[in-house]
């Protein structure tokens, strides 16, 4: 009896440690405003680590958040991202105003003074000392001067304090100083479009291809004291696509992509074809990083692949991952992640239960023909694709608007338009992990032609797109809500029920 009560002690005390208290004020806050903090496992942002905050009417909140390490986390206060340090069993108190929530912070608790010191040399904002603008017309050198610059004042700053710090938290500033170059350099390659097709000038492109190689220059791709670090994380994310990009010569990168698959670069692309992107990704963290860093790189891809439903890979990764980490520090959070999706793998082919999908031989020559069978109800159509994560991001929503609209006269149709030249499986994996109930079909030529010709009067085609359809089939609008707008979207269907 002794020992049952002292495991019941153990697990309440570890689980109390592995989280942290933060509480504090808004000054200004409104009910409208959106507010929230999401606890990653990287350095990836994903809604299904997102928690919800609401502050009472004079602005003050209080959460448990789970946090089993040193690491970064995310305070989300209407679009704007405040970047900030947690360990488990410690608080944080935070007092900011809703105007400028970035520039009024304020911290006390006891991880005040990590919060404190990280803000004021820019961490919290995505900053390190002078803050770089985004804007198209920045220079790539000289933004490569000014971090660098800026990177050897934090650091004689930083030498000069007397630290009363935690070993992890000295730890982990170091290294988001050291990697924060090449971190940087990628946000701003996204946030300006350097990699778009709309980009103005390829000299434009290639100077910032220039400055990234530079940036990367002389950084480990492998380190161990650097695995909680966000900007070594965000600078190792990236690093597949920074290979693809690195060469100027052809030559040069076929041979970098045979040595990483170990084979001929004909049967290397063939294979790739076959796996996706996420077989590429996979396989350079593992041929390429070593020790504990690999460790943790690959749990992390593995959980941000689940967590973006990017799967085409993903068994045979997690088979990989198991099989070299047996007993590693991190195959049960891992594992945790997985079991949705192992369960998706064994359940029921679509077909059965709510869920119906017209096979890939069944031929529609226009959306009218389509509808027919749903002569006496609203539907919602969703145009979408496995490839595309943004329509992947909006299923997390369906289950609320479905629930809402349970036993009501709405249809929930699926039109899918798939690239790849065997599709069909990936499709039904897919509608079977989202469990996507409603009906599915596979859009045609015939079907891309006609819904190209809708939407070429309406601002043409894109992905995800919504429209809703009256009860006799008529088109009442070819831009409808998504499911994330949710009681914008559930009073607008409830208008025409």
């Not at 019941?8 to 942290?20: M, P």
């Not at 929230?36 to 928690?51: A, D, R």
């Not at 001067?145 to 170091?174: D, P």
């Not at 006609?450 to 809703?468: A, C, E, I, R, T």
Request: net charge positive; with cysteine.
């Amino acid at each position: 009896m002794k020992i049952f009560y002292f495991l019941i002690l153990t697990l309440f005390i570890s689980g109390s440690q592995a989280q942290i208290k933060i509480s504090g004020t808004i000054i200004g806050y409104n009910e409208k405003h959106s507010f929230s903090f999401n606890v990653p496992f990287s350095n990836w942002i994903h809604p299904q680590n997102e928690h919800v905050v609401l502050p009472d009417k004079n602005g003050n909140f209080q959460i448990t958040l789970p946090v089993t390490g040193s690491q970064i986390f995310f305070l989300n206060y209407e679009k704007k991202i405040i970047y900030l340090y947690g360990e488990p069993g410690k608080t944080l108190i935070i007092k900011t105003e809703a105007k400028d929530p970035v520039k009024a912070l304020h911290f006390s608790g006891t991880l005040a003074n990590e919060n404190s010191l990280r803000h004021a040399i820019g961490l919290t904002h995505y900053e390190l000392g002078t803050a770089i603008k985004t804007d198209s017309r920045i220079i790539a050198t000289e933004v490569l001067k000014q971090i660098r610059k800026n990177q050897q004042e934090i650091t004689n700053k930083i030498s000069h304090i007397n630290f009363t710090y935690s070993a992890s938290f000295i730890q982990m500033l170091r290294a988001d100083i050291r990697y924060f170059l090449p971190s940087k350099v990628w946000q701003l390659i996204w946030d300006t479009g350097v990699l778009s097709t709309s980009n103005p000038t390829p000299e434009n492109r290639m100077q910032w291809m220039q400055v990234l190689r530079e940036a990367h220059e002389g950084l480990p791709v492998s380190d161990d004291e650097a695995i909680n670090s966000y900007h070594y994380q965000q600078m190792i994310s990236y690093y597949p696509r920074f290979l693809e990009r690195k060469f100027d010569q052809k030559d040069s990168m076929q041979q970098l992509v045979s040595m990483i698959l170990e084979k001929p670069f004909g049967d290397a692309m063939k294979e790739m074809r076959a796996k996706g992107q996420e077989y590429w990704e996979y396989t350079v963290y593992d041929k390429l990083l070593t020790g504990k860093a690999k460790e943790k790189i690959l749990a992390a891809f593995l959980i941000k692949c689940y967590d973006n439903g990017e799967l085409r890979y993903q068994l045979e990764a997690y088979n990989r991952y198991q099989t070299n980490y047996p007993a590693g520090e991190f195959l049960v959070t891992v594992e945790k992640k997985m079991v949705p999706f192992l369960n998706s793998l064994s359940a029921p082919d679509p077909g059965q239960a709510d869920i119906e999908i017209e096979t890939t031989g069944t031929r529609f020559m226009s959306l009218d023909s389509v509808l027919i069978k749903h002569k006496g109800k609203l539907v919602y159509i969703d145009l979408w694709g496995t490839w595309c994560g943004p329509c992947r991001d909006q299923f997390r929503f369906t289950r609320e608007l479905k629930q809402r609209f349970k036993g009501k006269p709405v249809d929930f149709l699926y039109i899918a338009k798939e690239t790849r030249p065997d599709p069909e499986s990936y499709w039904r994996q897919m509608i079977r992990f989202y469990n996507l109930s409603g009906r599915h079909l596979m859009m045609d030529k015939d079907l891309e032609e006609h819904f190209k010709n809708m939407y070429g009067k309406g601002g043409g085609l894109v992905f995800p797109s919504y429209m809703l359809a009256d009860k006799n089939g008529r088109i009442i609008s070819i831009h409808f809500k998504q499911p994330s707008d949710r009681e914008q979207l559930y009073s607008e269907i409830e208008k025409f029920l």
